[in-house]
């Protein structure tokens, strides 16, 4: 035994002299020694050295062998006559490497038992007492990292708190900086900011402690970047958030290994993800996702790296970048090792999976499957709802009634695990009145659009603030009363519409089409009070609303100002409804390219533009259809009883199907529109028109019946908004140098091209030369332009434009041009005179449908010559004389295409 104790002695000398100097050469010695004492019979002290002396070698060298005999010997200290808390403390550390390494739960179960029994038998002042709390704090927060049981976190704060009270002061910043760890967590977990000062407090008392190159400090890092995120989210405070993203990025530079290497990418990535949500910087962004690259491919990594891609298409429309984002979160789901990392990357796969299908329907079956395969990992609430609203869209592509009614009962199922009192109880209400609408869609039956309903009705009292159920609710009451005639329910659903549009929480173009169709509603049962009150709601909430949501909401906001004006003229407020259409019009149209001809139009300012001829503004509405003369100083309202909304539309479906409707046509506009209007105009009057909704295509210009027609009693304009003709001719007025002129033909065209040269002396591009970037060059120098080209209408004027020979030059890039001393532009074909008056041409001659192209040639060459005889200020009546001469030389349908439009 004598000899057992000396050899022991000569071990714990040689350890003494390691943990001195830090030589792992003194360390290997010892353990050697160690063992020889072992084996002489040595003491429980002897044992108890040895097993943390392997231990402190397996956390340097990562040897498994040395952490499995550690384990050995100190399973034969539990199995003596009793363990001491230095004793327990390594045991403790044993079984946490060994749960790192082996992922079984029962080793740290049996570390947390132990801990937990040895901390309720001892106190604060015995040795090791910290460091077993200390211990007893992270196992319980490991576990909790796999089990995602909140007690386990707020045990691991409560031992956490006690080491960080008890600890020495060599270890207390270690101890501090683990407790802000657990407190961030719970954070993360809750959402609950309250532990945040504290958190913040313990990293910062930390750092005070720990010296400048201290390995600790990159942990300390590391949770101030973590930290300030939350501060920032509590804040807004950006700067707060710009050092946090200075201090995770000196965590990321200190890392010592891959696990630490990892989770601090992983939170610069989400500070750099935070950033980019308040500033829509997309180089964050694409830092963020370069980030959470080099990440390990772990499950948690992956799946923060396949949000950052899914924010990329959400944010910027990157479609390549969902799909990259649908192919890691597969991989990110067959790495997941826990069930929460697995439920967490499955629902971030399900999201985009449906994201990509609302893109490319053929891909709704990936998301179908993606749900499914979540349902079967976790059957919560939210993955029943993605798989019914995969299944839902699965039915919206493919016409799959089962889909529907699969979709149906998960919906149901999802009311269920959401009572009244859930938060997103309304939400499970709203989605099963979404699916019974569109089982009404489908039937038509009664009972269906009652269940619809039910279930909107319940959910818009539930959640009071969610305008858009009270919205959807509305809307079906319109449904509703529209089936019974009921003039009661169509007066109660208008208001439910009001109500609506009145709502600051429903999206702007939402709220504008709440008010319009309460207004319309209200004056279906001639309530045109109330319909008044919707219009001006609506008007005034259309000005409101932003460009990009103009242009995307131009088809369902068309009708909208008519409908207005209708409700104005019909409270005999005509200076407003001659406000509202020029307002609304410009809006639409001239807002696209400018914002500042969106003002609202003094009613003076519009008379005085009819000083060189009156200005008819056509209003077509289903409630009532009306012109409105301007002339200076005045307006006059002629009431148009003949003219139809529905004839209007089907004149203008089926105008030019042949000779027969094309002539019908135009004797339909001379009975319901020209005529009337023209009572009142003298011969020879300069008439500038200005038709709205289905007429705007139609040749009003050219309407007559059996000898009568507007060619013989006035020469005709058109103008797309009142200002607008303000505008071209204020453009007209200004001085010009030369009246240079440019002649584009991509295709053929040469004797147009010869006799316009002849003519004007003009420049030509042709063939190949008529390019984008050379046509563009090109206005820039001749204010005269004459475009031999096909034309392509757009639903939005700016987006028209004529085709060249590499491509096509839009209405909206000859606006960026800011043409300083554009005159006219003439236009073979296309319809594009409204688009290209907006875009900076004071007069345009255009065709309002194609024509045969000598017809079209012969014409526009007659054209330009009178209007060198007529001059170059009268371009109206130089087309009104060729119109004139030709008309008996070919058929209307040529001569009545060519309109002049603006100055």
Known sequence: MADAVAVHNQGGALIEQYQRTGD???????????????????????????????????????????????????????????????????????????????????????????????????????????????????????????????????????????????????????????????????????????????????????????????????????????????????????????????????????????????????????????????????????????????????????????????????????????????????????????????????????????????????????????????????????????????????????DAREALIEAGELFEQVLRKRPAGDPLHPRALANLGAFWQQVYDLTGTPETLNEALIYYGRAARADPQQASYQHCFARLMLRQAEQTGDSSRLRAA??????????????????????????????????????????????????????????????????????????????????????????????????????DRAAFPPLGELQQCAVDGPIVLVNVSPLRCDALTLWPGRVELLPLPRLRHDEAVAHAEQFGADDHSFTETLEWLWDTVAEPVLEGVPEHTHVWWSPTGPLAGLPLHAAGRGGQSVVDRVVSSYTPTVRALAWARARAAAPVGAPSMIVVAPSDARHEVAVLAELWEAAALTGPLATRDNVLAALLHHPYAHFACAGEPSGNPARSGIRLHDGTVTALDIARLQLPASRLAVLSGGHLGGAFALAGYPSVIDTLWPVDERAAAEVTVAFHSALLDHGLSLPARALHAVVRELRDRYPARVWAAFTHTGA
Not at 532 to 555: C, I, K, S, Y
């Open 494 to 595: 208008a208001r439910a519409l009001a109500e609506a549009a009145a709502s600051e929480a429903l999206d702007p173009v939402t709220r504008v089409l709440a008010a319009h169709t309460a207004s319309v509603t209200s004056a279906r049962i001639n309530d045109w009070e109330q319909a008044l009150r919707g219009a001006e709601r609506a008007m005034a909430l259309l000005l409101r609303l932003a460009r990009p949501d103009v242009e995307n909401g131009l088809a369902e906001l068309s009708g909208l100002v008519s409908d207005a004006v209708a409700c104005a003229v019909q409270a005999g407020q005509l200076a407003l409804a001659t406000q509202w259409l020029e307002y609304g019009r410009d809006l639409l149209l001239g807002r696209v390219f400018d914002d």
């Open 24 to 398: 792992l050469r003194l360390l290997d010695e010892g353990v050697a020694v160690l063992r020889d004492a072992l084996r002489l019979g040595g003491l429980t002290e002897t044992i108890s050295t040895l097993a943390s002396s392997l231990l402190h070698r397996y956390e340097t060298a990562h040897e498994p062998a040395d952490l499995d005999e550690a384990m050995e010997l100190l399973t034969r200290l539990v199995d003596g006559p009793g363990v001491n808390l230095t004793q327990a403390t390594e045991i403790v550390r044993v079984q946490r490497h060994r749960y790192e390494r082996d992922g079984d739960l029962n080793v740290l179960n049996e570390a947390i038992a132990l801990a937990q029994g040895v901390v309720q038998q001892t106190g604060p002042g015995q040795r090791d007492y910290d460091l077993m709390q200390h211990l007893l704090g992270l196992a319980l927060a490991e576990r909790y990292d796999r089990t995602r049981h909140l007690t386990d976190l707020e045990g691991a704060i409560a031992a956490h708190r006690i080491a960080a009270d008890n600890a020495r002061d060599e270890l207390r910043p270690n101890m501090m900086l683990n407790l802000a760890a657990t407190l961030r967590a719970r954070i993360a977990a809750t959402g609950d900011l309250s532990m945040l000062e504290e958190a913040e407090a313990m990293v910062g008392g930390a750092l005070a402690a720990l010296p400048a190159g201290h390995p600790e400090r990159g942990n300390a890092d590391w949770l101030v970047g973590a930290l300030a995120q939350f501060r920032a989210q509590l804040s807004r405070d950006t700067d707060v958030l710009t050092d946090g993203i200075g201090a995770l990025r000196r965590s990321v530079e200190s890392a010592n290994n891959p696990a630490s290497l990892g989770t601090r990418l992983d939170s610069l990535a989400a500070a750099l993800l935070q950033r980019f949500e308040l500033s829509g910087d997309p180089v964050v962004l694409d830092e963020a996702i370069e980030v959470l690259r080099r990440t390990p491919p772990n499950a948690e990594h992956l799946t923060s790296l396949g949000h950052a891609l899914r924010m990329r298409y959400l944010h910027l429309g990157d479609v390549d970048a969902l799909r990259e984002a649908v192919r890691v979160l597969r991989e990110a789901v067959a790495a997941a090792v826990s069930p929460h990392a697995h439920t967490t990357a499955a629902t971030s796969l399900t999201r985009a999976a449906t994201e990509l299908a609302e893109r490319f329907p053929e891909l709704v079956s990936d998301a179908v499957n993606a749900a499914r395969d979540l349902v079967a990992a976790t059957d919560s609430a939210d993955a029943l709802e993605m798989l019914a609203v995969a299944l839902r869209m699965r039915f919206d592509t493919t």
